[in-house]
């Protein structure tokens, strides 16, 4: 099993800068991928950006230029720089990591942009 646990959220004003930390623990060598998604009020969990061991990114578009996504593979961590904040980021940011796929979860950390 593998547990994952984020940090670095928190409130920010528009334009603000924000990174997050994701730390993996347990069977995290097995882990190929790791990344982020979000969830805002009302809307689906949607991808904000992932990488895989090797360093290949994927990012969605709406965060494209603004965050980047990197992982210390030694210390089995992935991080999330994000800057350029706007309100329509306020979401819980989840991080997820997996063989193949995210199947694993941590437990979400609230980031929320307002004047």
């Known amino acids: 099993q593998v547990q994952l646990v984020e940090s670095g959220g928190g409130l920010v004003q528009p334009g603000g800068s924000l990174r997050l930390s994701c730390a993996a623990s347990?069977?995290?060598?097995?882990?190929?991928?790791m990344g982020w998604y979000r969830q805002a009020p009302g809307k689906q969990r949607e991808l904000v950006a992932t990488?895989?061991?090797?360093?290949?990114?994927v990012y969605a578009e709406s965060v494209k230029g603004r965050f980047t996504v990197s992982r210390d593979t030694a210390k089995a961590t992935v991080y999330l720089q994000m800057n350029g904040l706007e309100r329509e980021d306020t979401a819980v940011y989840y991080c997820?990591?997996?063989?193949?796929?995210?199947?694993?979860w941590g437990q979400g950390t609230q980031v929320t942009v307002s004047s």
């Open positions: 997820g990591a997996g063989l193949y796929i995210l199947e694993f």
């Open positions: 990488i895989t061991r090797g360093g290949l990114t």
């Open positions: 347990g069977s995290s060598s097995s882990l190929t991928v």
